[in-house]
């Protein structure tokens, strides 16, 4: 939480984009999905209690600067080659 946060931002809301409540919503929905399936799961996969919260935080965060890193570069390469020619923005989809 940050120094402001509790301040400006009602606890409810606080509570209903809490990691805790992303992690319950996304397991209620591949509960779901596993179900419409026939997918077989033990029903402890999707107990939020089961999962440790920072641990898959700090997952997902290196993924995502991973992955960001892997697009600027990719992109930055695009940019480069586009150089001297029509812009990306007027060329037509191949």
Known sequence: MTTFEALYVPAP??????????????????????????????????????????????????????FGNRWAVRNASFADSSVGSASASSRPLQ
């Not at 992303?22 to 779901?32: D, G, H, R, V």
């Not at 077989?40 to 993924?63: G, K, T, W």
Request: contains cysteine; proline residues 2%; aromatic residues 6%.
């Open 13 to 66: 809301l606080r509570e209903a984009v809490s990691d805790q409540s992303w992690l319950a919503a996304m397991l209620q929905a591949e509960q779901a999905l596993a179900k419409l399936t026939g997918a077989e799961a033990d029903d402890d996969v999707f107990r939020p209690e089961s999962y440790d919260i920072a641990a898959l935080c700090e997952e997902v965060s290196n993924l995502s600067h991973s």
